[in-house]
């Protein structure tokens, strides 16, 4: 018998065929309403969310008075209430400024505060390493909100750090020197828009100078004071004490500087990226630095490497000597030293003792303020301590 089947199967069979097919384009329609319904209620701000500003605002109106007896960095005119409001919750080593000291900085991006009342609307909470306690009593107790990021801030190089138990997985970002933290704090170069023939050189009165403690120069032991010594034995160094506040604060410092054709930028520790304000001074102030600390090729990350010169591009601290002075004779080669200021802007740092870590709180205020991302710091130990 043929296997084809009969015209009356073929008439019994298109009933349940259409009825099948209305199924199916109902099942798809219903499909397609869930999937946009749910696409909808996911676009609706979650508590595990960052919160939108209207909502901060919601929360926070009963506190906006005690926002604002701390001073913040707003600019006349602007809604301070639409801003990320970040919580220092140490002063680090005491050193208290006017937030207003980021508006020089042009940073604007948050509201800062030092209110722990203002702790569970605080969309970061900026936490000064060596300020923790060891049985970490003094951090906040309440749990911390699901938007709320904790920054560990620290700018001692490792060796200079207390591992401090249990915080190793605390912390959602790091502000540190370290070029690869999340928030780095350096006073750095700009690029100009346009080539420019605008830097005059200071006049100079000293061949090569450095501030420093002077009663450190016959007990410190450290590598800087070893080379100084050695160094002083074939040139002359202009020493000048760095606890007057003629030579080392404000004005006088960069002045100080200025007149001094090289200057000893020598950091304590050698540590990658650890490149301090006493290299930024000369090079803001118009003089050439002398650097001992990490090597060559860590500072040309920051700064060209013709700005500076290097105590290990050469054997000894003799072979350096009698390079500075033939420099000091030779104008010409001396000047290529800041033919980098045709390319690149150079900003003075903060010299007053309580603007310390002014330049890493108001940074923190930037990053809040421009970016929401979390990022999870499973050992912080392991990334900093290498």
């Not at 002359?236 to 930028?265: A, H, M, P, Q």
């Not at 000369?282 to 920051?302: M, S, W």
Request: hydrophobic share 40%; net charge neutral.
């Amino acid at each position: 018998m043929s296997s084809f089947p009969k015209a009356a199967d073929f008439n019994m069979a298109a009933p349940t065929s259409s009825v099948l097919r209305a199924i199916l384009k109902g099942a798809l329609v219903l499909a397609g309403i869930i999937v946009l319904l749910s696409m909808y209620y996911r676009s609706f701000p979650s508590p595990r969310c960052h919160p939108s500003p209207k909502q901060l605002t919601k929360q926070d109106n009963s506190q906006n008075e005690s926002v604002a007896t701390t001073p913040s960095s707003s600019l006349p005119g602007e809604q301070q209430a639409d801003k990320p409001v970040v919580l220092l919750w140490f002063w680090p080593e005491s050193k208290k400024f006017d937030f207003q000291v980021c508006k020089k900085l042009n940073i604007n991006n948050c509201r800062l505060t030092d209110d722990r009342s203002l702790y569970s609307s605080a969309h970061a909470v900026l936490i000064f390493h060596k300020a923790i306690k060891d049985d970490l009593s003094n951090l906040p107790t309440t749990p911390r909100p699901a938007f709320q990021r904790w920054i560990w801030l620290n700018m001692d190089p490792p060796s200079n750090t207390l591992k401090i138990a249990g915080i190793e997985s605390l912390f959602n970002l790091t502000a540190s020197f370290r070029e690869d933290a999340d928030i780095h704090v350096r006073w750095q170069l700009t690029a100009k828009k346009h080539m420019d023939d605008n830097f005059v050189l200071p006049e100079k009165e000293h061949l090569l100078c450095w501030i420093v403690n002077s009663s450190d120069l016959d007990t410190q032991t450290g590598e800087e004071y070893r080379y100084y010594k050695e160094l002083i034995k074939y040139i002359k160094v202009d020493i000048f004490d760095s606890s007057s506040n003629e030579s080392s604060r404000g004005e006088n410092y960069f002045r100080t500087i200025s007149s001094c054709k090289f200057f000893l930028s020598f950091e304590n520790s050698d540590h990658k990226d650890h490149i301090t304000e006493t290299f930024n001074g000369p090079l803001a102030a118009g003089t050439v630095p002398i650097v001992l600390g990490p090597l060559r090729k860590n500072y040309e990350r920051f700064v060209p490497s013709t700005s500076f010169i290097h105590v290990n591009d050469f054997p000894d601290p003799l072979a350096l000597a009698e390079f500075l002075l033939k420099l000091d004779d030779d104008n010409e080669a001396y000047m290529k030293y800041f033919d980098w200021r045709h390319f690149y802007n150079v900003r003075r740092h903060f010299t007053e003792e309580n603007h310390a870590f002014a330049l890493a709180i108001c940074q923190a205020c930037r990053h809040i303020g421009i970016t929401h991302e979390f990022r999870v710091v499973r050992d912080l130990y392991k990334w900093f301590f290498i």
